[in-house]
Each structure stands twice: as C-alpha cells, then as structure tokens.
C-alpha cells in the first residue's frame, strides 16, 4: 500500500501525531506482540501448524503497527491468505485483527481510514463466501448458515475494531478543535493588545509632540524676541519671560500626565486641548500676525472641537517655527458642516518645505483621521497651506 500524504498538522498537536512514534511506544507494540504470539501461538500450535503460522504472522503485525503501517498491513494480509490456503481458522489468534484495524481507524490520514474500512468491507464478504464454500457441510449447518454467522464474526472484530479507532480519532480530533480554538482566541487577543499598544503609542508620541513643539516654539520665539529688547524695551522684555514662564508650567503639567500615562495607563488621553484664545494670544506675542475669521460655532464639547483645537494649534506652531512671521497667516474656520480649517502662511527664506513632514502634521493627520477626516498640507505659490476637513457625522 502506497503511505498517504498526512493530514495538515494541527495547531498545538495536543496529541503528538505530527511527530515520529517514539522508541518507548515501539516497545511496548514489539513486547506485547511478543507475549501474543507465545501465548497464542502455543495455543494455535495445538490446532494445526497453519493456525500457528496465521498466529505468527498476527504477531509481527502487531509489532509494526505504528512503527511501519504498510509492513502491518502486508503481515496481516499475510496471515489471511495463509488461513484462507490452509483451510484453518486461527479462531484465538485473529482477535489481532480488531486491534490492527483500530489502528487503521484512528490513523491521522484519512485515506489510510478510507482504506481501513474498505478493508473491513472485503473482510467480511471474504469470510462470508468462504465460509459458505468451505465450512458449512463438516459442522451440521447449512453453508449459508456459517457464511452469514462467520461474517457476522468478522464483522464484529474487523469493523467493531476499526469504529472504535475512528471514534477515538473523532474525540481527539474535538478536543484537538477545542484547544486549537483557544489557541487561537489567546493569539487574536495578543495581536490585539499589540495593535492597541501601537495605537497608544503613537497617540501618545502626537500628545508629547504638541506638548512639546507647540510650547517650545513659543519659548524659542519669546526667548528670541525678550534678548533683542532687553535694553531698549525692559517691559515687553518682562512680559516676554511671563509668557516663557506661563508656557513652560503648562508644558510641564501636560508631560506629568503623559508619563503617568505611560507608567500607570492613566486615562487615553490625558492633554487638554488647548483654547483657541491662549493659542492666538501666544502666536500674536511671539510676532505672529493672525488673521482670523470663523463661521458657525463650535459645539460645547466633543471629540471634533478638541481634535480642531489641536489641528489649529499645530498648523500656527508650523507657521510660527517655518513662516515668515513678517507677513500675517491667514486663519479660515468652518463650522456649519462638520469642520474645515484652512491656514496659509507665507513661507520662511531657507525654509520652502520644512513643514511638509514630521511628527507634528503625521500626528495631526491621525487625530483627524480617527475622526472620519482628511488633512492636505503642502506648498503652494510660496505659500504653505494646511487644510483640514472633519464630517459632521463622525464615524
């Protein structure tokens, strides 16, 4: 017989059939094999020498079972052509066959289980005919009589031996799905938690980002503007260092959240957003000329005004770090349908495309994305102009 292909290998192989059969296994087949055969074949020997070579035969069967499937079938085919030529029925010896055929039907291929039962199928019509050819007239029963009833008997021991081995396949095959299913219940959950964590920490890397770039551009500016003015100006020098100092106490209560966020998983998102008129006012102290104009009004509270405050925050940051701070940035809110935000600054020489990437507008993108909107940011006519669109529907 041809060695089918093996059925794919399940996750986990509770049971060890992927594996080769140990030599511990071996063993015990090749030991209990031995004590058959002696003790059978002592028996059988007292009957007739075709009855102990059928029994023999049976015994090496029984010791290549897992070791070597087509030399089991080949020894248990043997034993049956020897009884069927010799005329004698190894009546105790044959009960080798319910276990060999278990074996066929818990077998892992399919096709061997296939050809297991088929074998039970020749088995039994086998035993029948010849029975009712050979062995009806010397026992006083009509040969149909001893065919049915040897039939029967291979019946019981052929195909009860192969459907016990198959429902033992069908109960390891369950528990196999069940632990399959769990396996792969604790691997989704961790492919889960993995993505949540990226998520968190990118959301965080945008939260420290605006944290960071917006409070700093102001203090570098500031910190800029109070040097140039130190000795001709003393007052906006003072209030340029109150602004430097409002801004870094913000900026640092904003970092404590975010790493206690990061420590304990604090909340999901800690950072307030920033109010538009404390955004404008440090934009305008730092030398920015903001021309503002907004139509409809903001909702209360909600995710898309704070997400829109971020938005506006980090595109006058941009503005601020990369602009020509000589000339105003143009500032356009909307807020009849959902959200639209449109800034256009005028670009800084050396700086022609210093905004179109990093952490800041990545981040802005994000939290735009996540609700249902788009951000467009790029050069244009030596201008840099951010937009930002955010449905009223957020999905």
Known sequence: MTAAAPEPTLVGDVWGEARPPSLRGIAVDVAGAAVFALLLGLVEASVSTTSLVATLFLGLALAMRRAWLPGMVGAALAASVVQLAGSQVAVFGDAAYAVLFFTLGTHRASAVRRFGLACVVVAVVVAGIWTGMTGGTGTGQSATFAGFGMAALATVVTGGGWIAGYLRRQRRQAVQSRVDAGMAAVERRRLEELVAQAQERGRIAADMHDVVAHSWAVVAAQADGARYVLRTDPDRAEEA???????????????????????????????????????????????????????????????????????????????????????????????????????????????PTAASSGHGLRGMTERVADMGGTVRSEPYDGRWVVEVSIPAEVR
């Not at 907004?294 to 509270?301: D, H, K, L, S, T």
């Not at 500032?331 to 959200?339: L, P, Q, S, T």
Request: net charge neutral; proline share 6%; aromatic share 2%.
């Open 241 to 351: 260092l109150g602004v430097i100092g409002e801004t870094a106490r913000t900026a640092m209560t904003d970092v404590r959240a975010l790493l206690a966020r990061l420590r304990h998983g604090e909340g999901r998102s800690p950072l307030v957003p920033p109010e538009i008129d404390d955004v404008m006012a440090r934009m305008q102290s730092s030398g920015m000329d903001v021309r503002l104009s907004c139509r409809g009004e903001p909702a209360v509270v909600g995710p898309v005004v704070a997400t829109a405050r971020f938005a506006l925050s980090e595109s006058l940051t941009n503005a601020l770090k990369h602009g020509d701070l000589a000339r105003p940035v143009a500032v356009e809110e909307d807020w009849r349908h959902g959200y639209r935000l449109r800034v256009v600054n005028a670009l800084a020489p050396g700086h």
